[in-house]
């Protein structure tokens, strides 16, 4: 027990000592909530929004034609009750509703009772939808600035449905974990244990008293360590500096982080099997860990893929972390939300780790 | 997973009995020890015994067998014929305990990295339930100043130093060092040698390789010389030139350079010219250097004249007709 605790330490103390590789593995989830949180503005792909025009105004009309004008909106107009149904089924993003009295009150310039235009977000897919209210939000503001002066007397209020307010830094957060998960849990592992066996370190611990499961055992439990403190770093990074709003319980979003690193810490110790050198670890790392990440919704919205991809989605380890610290974090859900995921994931983390042992050589 | 013996295995292998001669001051017995690669014989059939308290080196070539033969006396390496009885204990049934006992230092080791010279001997020291302190150890291998420094800044000395160090850190009776100093400098080398004799001076075993015969001679009480995977020699270092190489020649510059007369002198096997240098070989040195100085001899003005012993590279010449290192 003290040797392998011995050795859990050294890991630990050795990779916190490993400076340049923890600020690129950190420098890239931080950056990116560094975008998503100050900087964002503007939408890339087609997003599909439905309107509902309950004023018949020539305000309305005008208000609508702007939509229609707005690059990567693709405004479809409809029955309240009709579109509605199809942000239920995922066919649009966002549903906005141009209310009775819009024209009133635009006209009316009155500060006091300002004309209401209602959002409707799905949170299913909580980046999309707030990329759209983001776009929407601005032309309306802009519409009724020309419309009434200066001063708009359009609230826009936006309502999610059956979900929390979600800013798209907040959706980002519980990605980025996954993606530190992933990139550091996965290169942990394949790399390090592979250059320790190429350096012949592990030898070195067998010529010892220690067992084969205490080496091993002290080392991926050491690794696993510290991609918890990777975590830690990102997470207070996330909620301290960048505000992040967590709606969320922690106890279970740690619950699906641990089940997440179990997993991806098996594939790095079933890489270990498949190769030689700490270069070709780190290649096969790359290789299994950047298409993940891309195919994940980690990084690209899952809606947003070709369904031709979808299998792939729904087979990879790192959707259902994904997933699950989506479901926990933004949308505050409990562990009926989640099941599902964890034991996708403890069934690859079982697979891999299975498979490692009888793959792992020592020399 | 599965290969490595580091468990104490209980495959079904018969242990090796002592032999009653064996007294009790013997460390290692090793009966028959094979290890194949596929169709490669990388140890075949040896056996020898080491005795508590010596120096015992193994000398040979790259490739001869003799970091196998170690690593299955460490318990490294699960020999696929024969047994050794190290400290006591079968080493294919007991690998564990007698690791326990052991101490151990493989060749061009390396140390996980961002480590101190400190931090390494703490973490080894964890893995034996009786250890000597750090400071200690830092003390005797002169590495008290590097202590906070990382194992990858070290020279090559200081780390072979360090290695030793771990390899000492549980206080064994028994220790193994594989090619100890490959790779150094002379003046490294030097100390390093001052290193090993005194580990001998505590009253530990030392058996270690090398491929350096100027190390076998000055460290080694006994010798294995071993080519092929196979024991063709083994006696103490002047025990092996005695045996193999007794010859010396002497070689001087004279002006009168006649080798038919030189040859003729009592005692010379053979003559041969290098140069402005006339060597003699013989057994009989003493009766042919009075000779050679006889002021009515065959050769009068004898300038600049060296006698040079066998080595044991004429050994393993005499012995395989290769040279140790090509």
């Known amino acids: 027990m003290n040797g392998f605790l011995a050795i859990v330490r050294?890991?630990?103390r050795t990779s916190r000592r490993e400076r340049t590789a923890l600020f690129?593995?950190?420098?890239?989830?931080?950056?990116?909530?560094?975008?998503?949180?100050?900087?964002?503005?503007g939408s890339a792909p087609a997003l599909k929004i439905g309107v509902v025009d309950q004023s018949h105004s020539r305000a309305s009309a005008r208000l609508i034609t702007l939509l229609k004008?707005?690059?990567?909106?693709?405004?479809?107009?409809?029955?309240?009750?009709?579109?509605?149904?199809?942000?239920?089924?995922?066919?649009?993003?966002?549903v906005t509703v141009i209310p009775t009295g819009f024209a009133t009150a635009v006209r009316a310039r009155s500060v006091r009772r300002p004309a209401v235009v209602t959002s409707y977000d799905d949170r299913n897919q909580p980046q999309s939808a707030a990329l759209a209210q983001s776009a929407v939000s601005q032309i309306v503001t802009a519409f009724a600035q020309r419309a009434s002066g200066q001063r708009p007397r359009v609230v826009i209020r936006a309502q999610s449905v059956n979900t929390n307010n979600v800013t798209t830094l907040d959706f980002y957060l519980p990605s980025m974990i996954a993606y530190i998960v992933l990139i550091a849990g996965i290169q942990t592992v394949a790399i390090g244990l592979v250059d320790l066996r190429e350096r012949k370190v592990l030898r070195r611990f067998l010529a010892t008293p220690l067992s084969a499961m205490q080496i091993l055992g002290g080392q991926i439990v050491g690794r696993a360590v510290s991609v918890i403190l990777q975590v830690i770093v990102l997470i207070v990074v996330g909620v301290v500096f960048f505000r992040a709003h967590v709606n969320g319980n922690w106890a279970l979003a740690w619950l699906a982080i641990l089940m997440g690193i179990a997993c991806f810490v098996s594939i790095g110790f079933l890489i270990t099997g498949f190769t030689r050198t700490s270069e070709s670890a780190r290649g096969i790392a790359s290789a299994i860990g950047f298409p993940m990440m891309f195919l994940s919704g980690v990084?690209?919205?899952l809606d947003q893929l070709p369904s031709a991809l979808q299998t792939a989605v729904h087979v990879l380890p790192l959707t259902y972390l994904s997933d699950a610290l989506h479901h926990i974090l933004n949308d505050n859900e409990g562990l009926s939300a989640i099941w599902t995921d964890l034991v996708v994931m403890l069934g690859w983390a079982l697979a891999c780790f299975t498979l490692a042992t009888r793959r792992f050589r020592w020399e | 997973m599965e290969s490595h013996p580091s468990a104490d295995d209980t495959r079904r292998r018969p242990a090796i009995r002592l032999a009653p001669s064996a007294a009790e001051d013997t460390v290692i017995e090793a009966r028959g020890l094979v290890k194949r690669y596929g169709s490669?014989?990388?140890?075949?059939?040896?056996?020898?015994?080491?005795?508590?308290?010596?120096?015992?080196?193994?000398?040979?070539?790259?490739?001869?067998?003799?970091?196998?033969?170690?690593?299955?006396?460490e318990g490294l390496r699960t020999p696929d014929a024969g047994d050794a009885v190290v400290l006591g204990q079968s080493v294919v049934r007991y690998a564990r305990r007698i690791k326990e006992r052991i101490g151990v230092q493989l060749q061009a080791t390396a140390l996980p990295d961002k480590t101190t010279v400190a931090e390494a001997i703490d973490l080894f020291g964890a893995f034996y339930t009786h250890r000597r302190p750090t400071g200690e150890l830092l003390t005797?291998?002169?590495?008290?100043?590097?202590?906070?420094?990382?194992t990858e800044s070290l020279s090559g000395g200081q780390m072979q130093r360090l290695s030793i160090a771990l390899a000492l850190v549980n206080d064994p009776d028994l220790v193994f060092l594989d090619e100890p100093t490959t790779g150094l400098d002379p003046q490294a080398r030097l100390n390093l040698w001052d290193v090993i004799e005194r580990i001998r001076a505590q009253g530990k075993t030392v058996i270690l390789t090398t491929h350096y015969m100027e190390e076998a001679e000055r460290l080694c009480d006994r010798l294995a010389v071993i080519d092929q995977g196979r024991i063709i020699a083994l006696d103490t270092p002047p025990g092996l030139i005695t045996a193999h190489a007794p010859g010396v020649s002497i070689e001087f510059e004279t002006t009168t350079p006649d080798l038919v007369v030189l040859q003729a002198i009592l005692g010379v096997d053979g003559a041969e010219v290098n140069g402005d240098r006339i060597i003699l070989h013989t057994t009989a040195p003493e009766r042919v250097l009075a000779r050679l100085f006889d002021p009515t001899g065959p050769a009068?003005?004898?300038?600049?004249?060296?006698?040079?012993q066998g080595t044991l590279e004429d050994v393993f010449i005499t012995l395989t007709g290769r040279r140790l290192r090509p």
């Open chain 1, 10 to 12: 050294s890991v630990v």
């Open chain 1, 24 to 41: 690129f593995t950190l420098l890239l989830p931080i950056f990116f909530m560094a975008i998503f949180g100050f900087i964002f503005s």
């Open chain 1, 69 to 94: 004008a707005q690059k990567g909106l693709d405004v479809e107009v409809g029955t309240q009750a009709h579109e509605l149904d199809r942000l239920k089924h995922d066919n649009v993003v966002l």
């Open chain 1, 299 to 301: 990084f690209i919205p």
């Open chain 2, 40 to 73: 490669l014989i990388a140890v075949d059939d040896l056996s020898f015994t080491v005795s508590a308290g010596e120096i015992f080196g193994l000398l040979g070539p790259n490739g001869a067998g003799k970091t196998t033969t170690l690593e299955m006396l």
């Open chain 2, 140 to 150: 005797q291998f002169g590495l008290t100043e590097k202590a906070e420094a990382m």
């Open chain 2, 300 to 308: 009068p003005s004898i300038r600049d004249l060296r006698v040079r």
